[in-house]
């Protein structure tokens, strides 16, 4: 017995020292990638809307996500392994600086095009090295939010989440179709929610026409007679809404996304990313459509583009491993499949066309996508780090307070966006 023991231990030990020496010479061999090879690991730090909680659902949702990206990616690639990390991601600069120092940043970050920005213009992370034919394959719009020094790309845009309009089908049949439609449909007795924040109020700017004015004192320049008249329309909305009985605005997003599911409201403003809790709470409760346009303009939502960033501290083959992830994910088919399975992203590769025909969800999230190009400008002026946002959220809060009224607020929010940041 114990001889058999000890033959099955030297043939053991001689395949393995068998493939061992395979192995090695396979890895030799120039252009050749063996199926058997050692295992990638790729770390990748994800940044998570400043307004929505990580929760146990929000990781799931995400390592959902990332697991169906990584199923696919094995199929070329068979030993990568995909961890992650969640960060709000208005910390995750800071988080990536510190693994940094130490040796321990990501290979990848997904974060906003704003983030991939800082991260690169910090040093946290190296330009994307995008071919000529990956660069034709996504709209020069949305390549020009995410160029650093003239040319180099902070990262390679994998998804656009849209903003738009969430509402329970039961209490409304339909939702408003403009944003004098909000304000009757709160007269009506219908609760409404809008968020605090100047980044998600920002889509009720274009349907009051205020954003042309608002880009011309964000380059410096005195509105027009028509701009500033726009700006002061947009302010004079959003006091009338606050003076409502029925409409709610909120600080906490997820808090509107609770209530919207309790059955306390019954429209909200809400991300793509928040489709999937809310069908799992509402079921076919859940209604979704374009943000309300005004009479003669359309709505301005700030869509976030999500871009692949490259971290600085990769080994040889992990960096290898990066790019031809980048590669898989704006793969034409690769991007089809994420919009059809999760219905909470749209393509970035515009040779992807999206079958708005099999879903009410996909034409809402195009017409978002189509409506957000008029804040593509002021994207471009305005970061997250620079001041004036802060002093126009600000402003816009002392708005809704009834603190100070419409036109001298307008003289004050064109003077805050001229002096720079």
Same mark, same amino acid.
């Given at each position: ?27 030799? &061999? ?25 929760? /146990? ?19 070329? $690639? ?8 969640? $960060?709000?991601?208005? +910390? ?61 790309? *902070? ?7 849209? @903003? ?8 409304? *049949? ?37 954003? *042309? ?7 410096? @320049? +005195?509105?027009?007679? +028509?701009?500033?008249?726009?700006? +002061? ?11 409502? @009985? ?17 059955? @306390? ?12 809790? &809310? ?34 501290? /990769? ?11 980048? =590669? ?9 499949? &994420? ?35 008029? *804040? ?10 620079? =001041? =004036? ?33």
């Amino acid at each position: 017995m114990a001889l058999l023991v000890r033959f099955r231990r030297l043939r053991a030990g001689r395949l393995l020292a068998a493939l061992t020496a395979a192995l090695s010479a396979g890895l030799t &061999l120039s252009g050749c990638i063996p199926r058997w090879q050692l295992p990638t690991t790729l770390y990748i730090a994800v940044g998570v809307s400043n307004d929505q909680a990580i929760d /146990s659902e929000v990781v799931q949702d995400v390592q959902d996500k990332l697991r169906q990206l990584e199923t696919g990616f094995q199929q070329l $690639y068979p030993n990568t392994v995909f961890q992650f990390s969640l $960060y709000p991601e208005a +910390e995750i600069v800071e988080a990536i600086r510190l693994r940094t120092s130490r040796g321990l940043g990501p290979d990848l970050a997904l974060v906003n095009g704003d983030t991939a920005l800082r991260l690169l213009h910090e040093g946290l992370t190296d330009p994307f090295p995008a071919t000529a034919e990956q660069i034709n394959a996504f709209d020069p719009g949305e390549l020009r939010r995410i160029r650093a020094r003239g040319s180099e790309l *902070a990262g390679l845009p994998l998804l656009l989440q849209t @903003q738009l309009s969430c509402f329970n089908r039961e209490r409304l *049949a339909t939702p408003p179709a403009t944003v004098d439609d909000v304000l009757t449909t709160a007269a009506d007795g219908i609760p409404i929610g809008l968020p605090a924040t100047i980044e998600n109020l920002f889509w009720s700017a274009g349907s009051l026409g205020a954003v *042309a004015g608002i880009d011309q004192a964000s380059m410096g @320049q +005195e509105p027009s007679k +028509e701009g500033k008249a726009g700006i +002061e329309r947009w302010l004079r909305w959003l006091q009338n809404a606050s003076y409502q @009985q029925r409409v709610l605005f909120y600080s906490n997003q997820p808090q509107a996304e609770a209530d919207l599911a309790s059955g @306390q409201l019954d429209w909200i403003t809400c991300r793509s990313t928040m489709l999937p809790r &809310l069908r799992r709470k509402m079921g076919q409760r859940l209604g979704v459509a374009p943000l309300p346009d005004g009479d003669t303009s359309t709505a301005s939502p700030i869509n976030r583009l999500r871009v692949l960033a490259l971290g600085r501290n /990769s080994s040889q083959a992990g960096r290898k491993r990066a790019v031809a992830f980048g =590669r898989f994910g704006m793969n034409p088919l690769t991007q089809r499949n &994420l919009t059809l399975g999760s219905q909470i992203y749209l393509p970035t590769n515009r040779l992807v066309r999206v079958p708005v025909m099999s879903s009410a969800v996909l034409a809402a999230m195009e017409t978002a996508s189509q409506q957000g190009r008029q *804040a593509d400008q002021l994207v471009n002026l305005l970061h997250s780090s620079d =001041r =004036r946002i802060e002093l126009v959220q600000n402003l816009i809060n002392e708005v809704v307070f009834g603190e100070v009224n419409p036109q001298q607020a307008t003289d004050r929010m064109i003077q805050i966006l001229r002096e720079g940041p």
